[in-house]
């Protein structure tokens, strides 16, 4: 007789393994994290276990896929909303990058240099390459409307969205950096406008269109790193 699968328990399954796997490779780093300490963490078998996954690196690549998915689902409404300008949807965009990031916000502060650390470059530049696969279509379709609405000037609207995500992720790099020092700082308030000033001009947009926007962003940033700073001196030792 065939064995009969719970839908609801594989998937149960499944996603507690990719918890303990995104735990284990934020806290010990990719080159440091085998298969046995996903099976240690969860007293999981090794035949349990490969009846999800074949390998380390399918793993760690449905972990990445399960951290972009809702942002893309995200990106995905935006786009089909018909009431929105491009601009307005590509703002929307930046503003649900960031308050998914935000809504994560102890997690990036406190991780923060393990994610960095070399050990993780395997999967920084996973998680960049799967980004970058599944939201340089959708930020092409926003900045053509954009184009066509006579917002945006560029005569790339592919090439630019790719650029875009290239000057985000960098951005996103420089505030991480500053959260890990405890000291966001005026070059990171320069990085944020300079950003934003070359997507304006990449889109051949209308100065200030997107720096104001950036400016909200860091403050909420800054916010929370200094609340996390307030937590740690209250910290017992």
Same mark, same amino acid.
């Given at each position: 007789?065939?064995?009969?699968?719970?839908?609801?328990?594989?998937?149960a399954?499944?996603s507690?393994?990719?918890?303990?796997?995104?735990?284990?490779?934020?806290?010990?780093?990719?080159?440091?994290?085998?298969?046995?300490?996903?099976?240690?963490?969860?007293?999981?078998?090794?035949?349990?276990?490969?009846?999800?996954?074949? !390998?380390k690196?399918?793993?760690?690549l449905?972990v990445?896929?399960?951290?972009?998915?809702?942002?893309?689902?995200?990106?995905?409404?935006?786009?089909?909303?018909?009431?929105?300008?491009?601009?307005?949807?590509?703002?929307?965009?930046?503003?649900?990058? &960031? &308050?998914?990031?935000?809504?994560?916000?102890?997690?990036?502060?406190?991780?923060?240099?393990?994610?960095?650390?070399?050990?993780?470059? /395997?999967?920084?530049?996973?998680?960049?390459?799967?980004?970058?696969?599944?939201?340089?279509?959708?930020?092409?379709?926003?900045?053509?409307?954009?184009?066509?609405?006579?917002?945006?000037?560029?005569?790339?609207?592919?090439?630019?969205?790719?650029?875009?995500?290239?000057?985000?992720?960098?951005?996103?790099?420089? /505030?991480?950096?500053?959260?890990?020092?405890?000291?966001?700082? &005026?070059?990171?308030?320069?990085?944020?406008?300079?950003?934003a000033?070359? /997507?304006?001009?990449?889109?051949?947009?209308?100065?200030? !269109?997107?720096?104001?926007?950036?400016?909200?962003?860091?403050?909420?940033?800054?916010?929370?790193?200094?609340?996390?700073?307030?937590?740690?001196?209250?910290?017992?030792?």
């Amino acid at each position: 007789m065939a064995r009969t699968v719970n839908e609801h328990e594989h998937n149960a399954k499944r996603s507690a393994i990719l918890d303990a796997a995104e735990h284990l490779l934020l806290t010990k780093g990719y080159a440091q994290t085998a298969v046995q300490d996903v099976l240690d963490a969860l007293r999981m078998s090794k035949g349990a276990f490969y009846h999800y996954f074949e !390998s380390k690196p399918e793993l760690v690549l449905a972990v990445v896929q399960r951290k972009t998915a809702a942002v893309e689902q995200r990106l995905r409404a935006i786009v089909a909303d018909r009431a929105l300008s491009g601009r307005d949807k590509l703002l929307r965009h930046f503003a649900a990058v &960031d &308050d998914w990031k935000l809504s994560e916000g102890s997690v990036v502060s406190d991780l923060a240099r393990a994610w960095y650390a070399d050990d993780n470059a /395997v999967v920084r530049d996973q998680l960049y390459r799967t980004g970058s696969r599944r939201f340089a279509p959708l930020l092409t379709q926003i900045i053509e409307q954009g184009v066509a609405e006579g917002e945006f000037t560029t005569r790339y609207p592919e090439q630019a969205a790719r650029m875009i995500l290239c000057l985000r992720y960098d951005l996103g790099r420089a /505030v991480a950096e500053a959260l890990i020092a405890k000291d966001p700082s &005026d070059e990171l308030v320069r990085a944020a406008e300079a950003t934003a000033d070359a /997507v304006e001009r990449l889109l051949g947009a209308k100065p200030g !269109s997107f720096v104001a926007r950036a400016r909200a962003a860091l403050t909420r940033w800054q916010a929370m790193s200094a609340t996390n700073k307030t937590r740690a001196r209250r910290r017992p030792i």
